[in-house]
């Protein structure tokens, strides 16, 4: 089946450290993104890509950084510069195009800074 | 830029009972789209059902269907015959139709109950 899949599920960091959360997709899609979702609040954008070896910042890029060198892969690392990183991180993909419609979402994935 | 407002932080619902969740858009675009997701507690989102601006029908997805009223900027969704499986955090969302349109802007949510 076709999807997306985001590893691991959950995560502990220690203050300091960086991590990288993991996103494959097989739907053959050309964009994916990276959210973040905090108690109360909707979703904000990270970072987004639309093609291979290039991406843009989202609204609250900063602390994070993201590679994008195969179509399949939008890996996410937190970095010790982000400074409250305990959230649910969800990593999407989406056709490009004015047809286009929908997001596509993995399961998620929560990091917990200890 | 764009904003998408839901008024509802909580709403509750009778099993069997219909409900309606509110959701206004901010806009100056003219040609978009609309969505309605829902993220149960496995907090996997799911799209429950979509609308393009252009369409003047409302979308309907078997028990799901919208109200869209374009000029107020309002995207409603009503759930009929509600059942268990329908408890979850809603999420509007609104994404420009221009082909390099990729950010998607999501409303805070509203939680939806279902009391049996």
């Known amino acids: 089946d076709g999807g997306i899949t985001q590893s691991p599920k959950y995560l502990f960091r220690k203050e300091g450290q960086n991590v990288t959360l993991s996103c494959e997709q097989n739907l053959n899609h050309d964009a994916m993104y990276w959210y973040r979702q905090d108690p109360g609040q909707g979703l904000r954008l990270i970072y987004y890509?639309?093609?291979?070896?290039?991406?843009q910042k989202g609204d609250i890029a900063e602390g994070y950084s993201v590679s994008r060198e195969k179509k399949e892969s939008f890996p996410l690392t937190v970095t010790s510069a982000q400074k409250n990183p305990t959230a649910f991180y969800l990593c999407?993909?989406?056709?490009?195009?004015?047809?286009?419609?929908?997001?596509?979402f993995g399961e998620g994935s929560r990091l917990t800074v200890l | 830029a764009q904003t998408v407002t839901q008024s509802q932080p909580e709403m509750s619902v009778q099993e069997a009972e219909t409900v309606t969740l509110s959701c206004t858009y901010d806009t100056s675009e003219s040609d978009y789209y609309l969505f309605w997701y829902k993220q149960p507690p496995s907090r996997q989102m799911i799209l429950v059902i979509r609308?393009?601006?252009?369409?003047?029908q409302n979308a309907t997805e078997n028990r799901f269907s919208v109200n869209f009223q374009k000029a107020a900027k309002s995207f409603s969704l009503k759930i009929s015959d509600s059942q268990l499986g329908d408890a979850a955090m809603y999420f509007c969302a609104y994404r420009s139709a221009d082909n390099y349109g990729q950010n998607f802007v999501f409303g805070p949510g509203t939680r939806l109950s279902v009391l049996p």
């Open positions: 609308q393009e601006a252009y369409k003047q």
């Open positions: 999407a993909s989406s056709r490009l195009g004015a047809s286009t419609g929908e997001l596509f």
């Open positions: 890509s639309q093609i291979v070896n290039d991406f």
